[in-house]
């Protein structure tokens, strides 16, 4: 199965749904400024006009996007735009995937954090050595400002080993390639913020490391978690 690209280029557009594909056309609006911050989306009447859907359609991608936290609704009133998400992201998303990647970081959640609680549990000197190595190599790629989604894929990889269950290795391998996508794209919209953007997310995979280390296995599913939605959530994050 082939990789994200380290380089960020775009991968040719992913077959989604159309409530997907009307998701992302309203995110791209929003961080063009089409829909600027604070604004009112148009009646879902000019949007499904103007999208060319029907109103569940629409009403999905709406759904999607308030989840997201991209969005919100005022009662009576309509959507309207809480969040601009850099521009960039239209550059390092695989062309048609920004919905997909969204979702596949809930997967994430569930099965990396569990995994970490299993880890946190089970782990081997081995182990603990191998998530070590990897995290050291994530901070060798801040210092060097490598985009690191090697290492970052890695780490978590060797974490999921280290619950000592082949089916929370087999569901991640499954979507490894939807993974290294939602990678490739959130290290490289790091890369291009501040130094403290890099350090928050390896400061959240020392957490991780921490609770491991520590045996603490609430604490190690707690960090994983906050860590991949804290992700999600950083797709969107503005200047």
């Known amino acids: 199965m082939s990789e994200a690209p380290e380089n960020g280029s775009p991968r040719p557009a992913r077959t989604g749904t159309l409530s997907d594909h009307v998701y992302e056309k309203i995110v791209a609006a929003i961080a063009d400024g089409t829909y600027p911050l604070g604004s009112k989306l148009p009646t879902e009447y000019a949007m499904c006009d103007e999208f060319g859907v029907s109103r569940p359609v629409l009403r999905q991608a709406l759904r999607q996007l308030r989840e997201d936290d991209v969005i919100h609704s005022r009662q009576g009133s309509g959507s309207y735009v809480k969040r601009r998400p850099d521009h960039a992201i239209l550059t390092f998303a695989p062309v048609g995937s920004i919905a997909d990647i969204q979702r596949t970081f809930e997967f994430r959640a569930a099965i990396e954090g569990e995994a970490a609680y299993l880890a946190a549990e089970r782990r081997t000197a081995k182990d603990l050595e191998e998530i070590r190595d990897a995290v050291a190599e994530l901070d ?100």
């Open 140 to 239: 060798r790629c801040i210092r060097e400002n490598e985009l690191g989604v090697d290492a970052d894929e890695v780490l978590h990889s060797a974490i999921c080993q280290a619950s000592d269950n082949q089916y929370f290795v087999a569901a991640r391998q499954s979507m490894r390639e939807n993974i290294l996508a939602g990678m490739n794209l959130t290290r490289n919209l790091s890369l291009t913020k501040t130094r403290q953007r890099l350090d928050l997310v390896q400061a959240e995979h020392y957490a991780i490391l921490d609770a491991i280390e520590r045996q603490d296995r609430e604490g190690a599913r707690k960090a994983m978690r906050a860590h991949v939605e804290n992700a999600r959530r950083r797709v969107f994050e503005g200047d």
